[in-house]
């Protein structure tokens, strides 16, 4: 990952924590002036009074936004700045950004622009605690009615019920549209975090293709666990404009999965001189009319053996088994969290490995306390999941747990060649 890009993404994280803080005294101070209001003015009786503390409330959500909307414009202009900066460190071409160009790249990537984030969020807040505080009048009233409150006593309940609402956090939660509950912190920093690595994507994507006019870019193998669904897509080179149809182009990818909220990949230039042959190999694997996941999980072991072929002049064979090996060792890794995978697979026969990763797909490992059954390799579509003790891992014990033998017949997948 570049420094600037990583230096972006700790600013991220600090205005995320800014604005956590914000929205947290913010909530803080609405509660408190509810619960204040509420014991001074005669909500019990007043539906008047009521209505003016919901304005209250409406009016303090509406200055939180303002605050949110700010801080998350200047991460958005940050990002630009950012972006065009780590765009100069990859190419070493001097990259110019223009306030207007800086303006088009946040409204492509923040859609609606972050004004609208932060107004969505404090709505969502603002509707959940007056929503919260009218059904609590309402429960307040039917009790009334049922039990035979005096009106004193019904001022009690009410006020009861109001501090009840004011003080449950779930309250002041922020819904999105689809009517998630989010963690204010989790979703910020998720939003900050993925819009400024969209922003530089789309700024690193638009001055490669300004200043060096190649149109092909790679995505970035940075291998992190939390990034399945862009497993498929490292390595892999994308055409910035679509005027290359060989490759898949920026926005599909984009489409595709790659680039999701909290995504650590980013894209990195391709020299066309000296990626002269990644750039040939990749072009034999035009992209399929429907990019799924295991359509690209497909071609991208199609193209990594090949490039074992070519880099490490191996043969079909060998090449297979090489790229099975890592990607046993990465599934290993991932789902074990052990250091031990490179060295328990380079123990294992090739047939061993072989029968491991049927029609090249490694199971996916999971800790054996995580199973009923415990220790077992249920074998579902695509490798299916490998249980096994962590702390017993082993060659001989995954031989053993896994069931696979020497010799073991396995159906191999076609492969197609580009040049032996
Ligand atoms: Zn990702």
Sequence with gaps: MPPELRKLLATADALAAKAKGAVLSATRDIRKEILFLAGELNVAGSAEARESIFAQV????????????????????????????????????????????????????????????????????????????RNATVSAFREQAVDGLTNDEMAKVLLQKWQAAAKDPANVQFVDRSGRVWDTETYINMNVRTNAMNVYNDVLVESIGKATGSDLVMVSSDGDADCRLCFPWEGRILSITGKTREFPTYEEAKAAGLFHPNCVHTLEPVDEELDADEVELQRNFPPPADMTPSAMDEQRYEIDINRKMMNEGLSLKEAKVAVDRDNLANAMREGLASGKADEVVAK???????????????????????????????????????YIDRKELTAERLVKVSGVEEGKPVRKPDIKVVRS
């Design 58 to 133: 409406t009016k303090r959500f509406a200055k939180l936004g303002k605050r949110l909307s700010a801080l998350f414009t200047y991460m958005d202009e940050t990002a630009v700045r950012r972006g065009g900066r780590a765009a100069s460190e990859s190419t070493g071409l001097e990259v110019k950004i223009s306030p207007a160009h800086a303006k088009a790249v946040i409204a492509a990537v923040t859609k609606g622009g972050s004004a609208r984030l932060a107004a969505t969020m404090t709505r969502s807040m603002n509707d959940n605690i007056v929503s919260a505080l």
């Design 348 to 386: 294992l026969t090739d047939e061993q490995v072989n029968a491991l990763c049927p029609n090249g797909n490694p199971p996916r490992f999971a800790p054996a306390k995580d199973n009923a059954g415990g220790e077992e390799w249920n074998r579902g579509s695509n490798g299916g999941v490998l």
